[in-house]
């Protein structure tokens, strides 16, 4: 069982996970209005990824090696050069912040595609929340704002089918411990990206506003940071369901903040694939709020559905973090 942990620590956790993490996709929005996209991405994860493996050094982790470098840079470029990158890329080309958030909300889907490749076997819940997922996906692609941007919603899908595929390949590599792993990821996914954006000619056309400078610092500090740290928290102290349920939470934010903010709109066609997408995450995720079984009942009871045995290894060891959006 997780430790009890703080009331107060853990509701500041939660609220960094589904506000914080809800809100990174308007402060994307709004850094590619000044900043090329894949230069803004690089440069958040070098400051971030620098800062907290000064910190790890500081209290005394030691430097990971050769063999972990390259583990970690793998799952690095996938999780935030792919994964990232590719959101701050829609979103330049176009793409509404909420409609971004909704098709990244199709991550837990893809994670129990990508578990096939391992050979976890899903349970017809789970079977059913994928295909209830596609479906979802079939209508947001059917919204005016995808349609304007086939390249944009392309790119989303992407970006969260590399995400899910590096979170699950991460569980069989040999990651540094703690957050030095994710100091590593931001590091290399960091460069890789400046890497992209120098390759890809983009320039900076002017010194960015007051607001793109706001925007790269509240992702560096609160979306790659303080978010990080307090879903760290939360796998130690509540059970992986709990954990992960930013899933389902971080579209309706990133909506409601994109309206009430940005100025965005959304369709009918978007409003009912966000209710389906997010019925399709709560079905895959069900089985992981059921009580554990005892021992006695593990061993001769089935097997533990393959989304809880992803999760739950996440909660018992937390040296192999997934990456902070």
Known sequence: MPARGSPLLLFGAFFSLYVIWGSTYLAI????????????????????????FAWMRWRGAPLPTWREWKAAGAVGILLLSCGNGGVTLAEHLG?????????IATVPLFTLLCGLFWGLRNTRLEWAGIVLGLVGIGLLNLGSNLQASPLGAALILFAAATWAFGSMWSK?????????????????GGVALLLASGLSGERLQGMPTAAGWGAL????????????????????HVRPAAATSYAYVNPVVAVLLGIFFAG????AEEWLAMAVIIS?????????WRPRASAREEKAGPAIPAL???????CLAPEKPVASR
């Open 29 to 52: 929005r709004i850094g590619v209005e000044s900043w090329p996209p894949l230069l803004m991405a690089g440069i958040r994860f070098i400051i971030a990824g620098g800062l907290l």
């Open 95 to 103: 793409v509404a912040s909420s409609v971004a958030a909704l098709a």
């Open 172 to 188: 069989h590599l040999p990651l540094p411990k703690g957050p030095m792993a994710s100091a590593v990821e931001m590091l290399v």
């Open 217 to 236: 610092a509240y992702l560096v500090v609160f979306g790659s940071i303080i978010a990080f740290s307090a879903y760290m928290y939360l796998l130690k």
């Open 264 to 267: 965005e709109t959304i369709g």
């Open 280 to 288: 399709a995450v709560v079905l895959i995720g069900l089985p992981q």
């Open 308 to 314: 809880e045995r992803a999760a739950a290894s996440e």
